[in-house]
């Protein structure tokens, strides 16, 4: 998952997944009224969306961070700190779960989803999204072909589940979900010049920025050098998608 504090966040994967929440609450039809459980909430991004739509929202992140930063900025909404493969809630107590971001970073996606579903009422809506990193259209799909020309064979996160074509699908078939749909969303960010966007992957937030904090200095150097060459200084515009994938809540059990 992710560490580092919330601002870290914010200027990291925040600034990305900030403008991918409209339009993934509008995929999830999350509206106002409802009972939602953002799961994964890291920070709050998809959190703001929902709750300036007028929903009733539960925040959960393993993160007690993150979900201190929730508690601050949106006091509000009901937090807990849990795994999302544990959620301390009874069945069927939710309208709609979301999880913008997470299902990649589960142990066990399945056992994640069938968590979601089972706190989500019969006929509700379970609703996920995962950055299309194999398919060359995450955010950070430029510091991922920079470090594999520095080191070839790096893992990155291509492999990660969701993160291809029609998995995440897959996922919410074998959990047991109904009519399940599949597109993709996308979000753009406008970054003023090249250190702005570096800087972030320096604080060791998330895969990339752990791959980076772990070189040594001199290679560090280079793989910045290598990601200018293909950004430019800036001003440069990052377009990035995101696989979403919703599906319905059969009957009980779960």
Known sequence: MFDGTAEQYDRFMGRYSAGLSAAFADFAGAHGGERVIDVGSGPGALTGELVARGAHVTAADPSEHYVNAVRTR?????????????????????????AQLVVHFLADPVVGLREFARVTGAGGVVAASVWDHAGGRGPLTVFWDAVHELEHGATDESARPGARSGHLAELFTAAGLDAVDETVLWTEVTHPDFDEWWEPYTAGVGPAGRYAAALDPDARAHLRELCRARLGDGPFTITAGAWAVRGTVPGRPF
């Not at 795994?83 to 979301?98: N, Q, R, T």
């Open 74 to 98: 949106y006091p509000q909404v009901e937090t807990t700190v849990a795994s999302a493969e544990a959620l301390p809630f009874p069945d069927g107590v939710f309208d709609v779960a979301v």
